[in-house]
Structures are given as C-alpha cells and as structure tokens.
C-alpha cells in the first residue's frame, strides 16, 4: 500500500518530541507501516527525523519562529494548536494544493491527515 501522512503543523515530527500524541501518532505510523514494507510519504517539517520512504518539506523554522515565537516553549508549556498561524496556513495551502496532484495508479493509495485544519 502507499500511504500520503500529513504531519502536524506545529512541530517536526521526531521521537524527542514526546509530549504532543499527535506528533507520535504520526511518527509511529510511518515507523511501523515503513517497518511492514509499505510506501510512506511523510509531509511535515524539514527537521523530521521520521522512518519513511520519502519526507516532504512543507515548513521550516522561520514559519514556526514567525507563528509562534520560542521554539523551545513546548516543553514548559505544550504545543500552540491555534489553527490561525502562518504555520497552520502554509500546512494547509501546500497540502491542499499538491495532494492533489497525487497520483492514485492502483486502488491501494491512502492519504492520512493527522491534524485536521478547517
């Protein structure tokens, strides 16, 4: 199977990052679904560190400084889930507009989206 996961847009989905579920949701999907031999394309932040067949840059610090300021305050404080950020708007125009252009060549293509933005 081929399976498109849409991170979250708020952080890099890595191991470190333990303290959000839906980061490891995602990072334990790829993992496993990786692990069993399936195609993963992971979209998300470019400091993912995530087992997958191809990772997909769709933010990066900048975007994140910009939304939220400190990127080292989720650790005190917890993730910013305000869905009204630059973060939030650059994740859902880039995945909105290139997951389309996807191409479903068997019945076997999914597309996951771990964070759901309005």
């Not at 996961?5 to 496993?32: G, H, I, M, N």
């Not at 650059?90 to 068997?106: A, D, L, R």
Request: positive net charge; hydrophobic residues 35%.
């Amino acid at each position: 199977m081929v399976f498109h996961c849409l991170s979250v847009p708020y952080s890099p989905t890595r191991k470190d990052v333990s303290l959000c579920a839906f980061v490891q949701k995602v990072y334990k999907f790829c993992d496993e679904m990786t692990k069993r031999g399936h195609t993963v394309y992971h979209y998300g932040h470019e400091n993912s560190i995530v087992n997958c067949t191809e990772h997909i840059n769709v933010t990066n610090n900048d975007i994140l400084i910009n939304s939220y300021g400190n990127l080292n305050d989720w650790k005190t404080k917890g993730f910013d889930q305000n869905v009204n950020t630059k973060a939030v708007n650059v994740f859902k125009n880039f995945t909105t507009h290139n997951i389309f252009f996807i191409e479903f060549k068997t019945i076997n293509t999914l597309i996951f989206a771990f964070f759901i933005i309005k």
